[in-house]
């Protein structure tokens, strides 16, 4: 009797590409893009005053950070596609009440998409370490940024356009997104990722890896990298429209301006380009440094609120740049069998920006006008640059041996990988 074969590609899915990962985060930059301007300028119409806007923002970063360092003790007890997917409900639910309008109901649907982002991030980036080599992490970046470009350029002029049109509409824009960006997960078929084992069983205190990280001084500085970036990218997209509109701009212009800076993610290929024939250490300092003059001078321009606003969308400019690549330091560190705890870890400089920024933000304006807050975002910046003189120069680069790659064991020291 003739024996039926089942195809291989049924057996054994096919290993997610660059290319898969990319159009995933395409997806997720089109659900979060269009909202992206949208919420600041919800809040501030419902608020009526920067301060208070700093608070809300400041609280549910609290929020988000509990929620992220809990998010390894539940992939412990809810499979990790899963905890994905509960992640991108959560952004449908968040649309869904935005929609509602209310203050409290937008301050919730924030709330929502916050913790969603926060939970598929580290989901995510727990994929991209099981499937993509180390050598190619920096291929991966750039290909997610490239995906990433249509729904962070096009999304925030879109959102506040149509928001003027018909106010739901950004939103529904988002749940359908969300909606795609779960087919497509569940059509990639990552199951809840490879599993390796430790030598000491793990414990469900998400806490209790903090250590861990901490005694990693490069991981640390690869947090703090994004962390800074981070309160970059939160000032240009929450403070400078509200310093448009106090200064007679109008409230359309940050989304629009947004909108060009994240054209640049088309760049994308050529900025890894110009890494690659540089260095990791030198783009990061480079970027640091240039992004912190800009946004210095646009405190210094602030009585010429367009040569102001300017000098910020340069600094921008420089912010794609360090998305880049100041987050590949801490991504070649991670040891195969701290993959998911590390992300948690990563993932947490959105919410540490997201707090670190309305909180610095609300003591600035005690002194100065809105523009003061760029000047702090500089100085943080000129920070980043410092601690980025200490990466190894050849980080990045493949090593030149006559032996197959290996990847980095556990008992290798993360200081002494290039």
Not at 250 to 279: E, K, V, Y
Not at 304 to 311: N, Y
Not at 345 to 357: A, E, F
């Amino acid at each position: 009797m003739h024996e039926r074969r089942i195809p291989e590609w049924v057996r054994h899915a096919p290993a997610p590409s660059v290319r898969d990962f990319g159009i995933l985060a395409g997806l997720e930059a089109v659900v979060r893009g269009i909202l992206i301007s949208v919420f600041p300028l919800v809040l501030y119409r419902a608020l009526g005053d920067a301060g208070a806007v700093s608070s809300v923002y400041f609280s549910i970063g609290i929020v988000s950070l509990v929620v992220g360092l809990m998010v390894p003790s539940l992939i412990r007890f809810v499979p990790r596609r899963w905890a994905y997917s509960f992640g991108t409900g959560l952004f449908i639910v968040s649309a869904l009440l935005a929609i509602e309008g209310s203050p409290m109901a937008v301050i919730a649907a924030l709330a929502l998409n916050t913790v969603a982002a926060v939970t598929t991030f580290i989901c995510f980036n727990a994929y991209v370490l099981d499937y993509i080599n180390r050598i190619e992490l920096g291929k991966c970046e750039t290909s997610r940024m490239l995906y990433s470009a249509l729904g962070w350029t096009g999304g925030p002029m879109m959102g506040v356009i149509a928001m003027e049109y018909w106010p739901p509409a950004p939103f529904v824009i988002s749940a359908l997104a969300a909606v795609a960006m779960l087919v497509v997960f569940w059509r990639m078929r990552l199951g809840n990722g490879k599993h390796i084992s430790r030598a000491k069983a793990q414990t469900g205190n998400p806490l209790t890896f903090l250590p861990r990280f901490f005694a990693q001084p490069r991981l640390v500085a690869g947090w703090l990298f994004a962390v800074i970036r981070s309160c970059g990218w939160w000032i240009y997209v929450v403070y400078l429209p509200i310093f448009a509109i106090e200064a007679g701009l109008g409230d359309q212009l940050g989304g629009i301006l947004l909108s060009f800076t994240n054209g640049m993610l088309f760049a994308a290929p050529l900025i890894l380009r110009w890494m690659q024939r540089t260095s990791v250490k030198r783009t990061v300092r480079t970027g640091f440094l240039a992004a912190a003059a800009c946004f210095i001078a646009a405190t210094a321009l602030a009585g010429l609120p367009s040569l102001a606003v300017a000098m910020m969308v340069a600094g921008s400019l420089w912010l794609i740049v360090l998305d880049i690549s100041a987050g590949l330091p801490f991504l070649m560190a991670v040891k195969p069998s701290e993959r998911t705890e590390m992300s948690a870890v990563y993932s947490s400089y959105r919410d540490v920006s997201g707090i670190l920024t309305p909180g610095a933000a609300w003591l600035v304006l005690l002194v100065s006008p809105v523009a003061g807050i760029f000047a702090a975002g500089g100085a943080a910046m000129i920070g980043a640059w410092a601690i980025a003189a200490h990466l190894h120069p050849r980080l990045g680069k493949a090593r030149i041996t006559m032996e197959p790659a290996k990847p980095p064991s556990d008992s290798e020291t993360p200081l002494e990988l290039a």
